[in-house]
């Protein structure tokens, strides 16, 4: 069983920072491509920024030179550094992770629970 569990959304004012993390658990064999989406009330869930195993990244136009994604392969974790938020950036943010439980399965992927993160004076 694979868990992702995601932590550090929270309140905060307009032009501040948040640090997101999310940690992978259970029958884990492999880890590909990591990333962050984030959904508002009313709206689609969108990709924010993705990260392969050896790092390259990718990100929405919305966030580029604000959000910063990365991961720590032995600590099975990603997080995503948001600086200058605003109130646009409010939505739950989702960890999404393409896994492989048991060697010779294939990739799928797996979603955390979601955390909110509110941008608000």
């Known amino acids: 069983q694979v868990q992702l569990v995601e932590s550090g959304g929270g309140l905060v004012q307009p032009g501040g920072s948040l640090r997101l993390s999310c940690a992978a658990s259970g029958t884990i064999f492999s880890i590909w491509t990591m990333a962050w989406y984030r959904q508002a009330p009313g709206t689609q869930r969108e990709l924010v920024a993705s990260?392969?195993?050896?790092?390259?990244?990718n990100s929405a136009d919305s966030v580029k030179g604000r959000f910063t994604i990365s991961r720590d392969n032995a600590k099975k974790a990603v997080y995503l550094e948001m600086n200058s938020l605003n109130p646009e950036d409010t939505a739950i943010y989702y960890c999404n992770a393409e896994i492989t439980p048991y060697r010779g399965y294939s990739r799928r992927p797996y979603w955390g629970q979601g955390t909110q993160v509110t941008v608000s004076s």
């Open positions: 990260i392969t195993s050896s790092g390259t990244t």
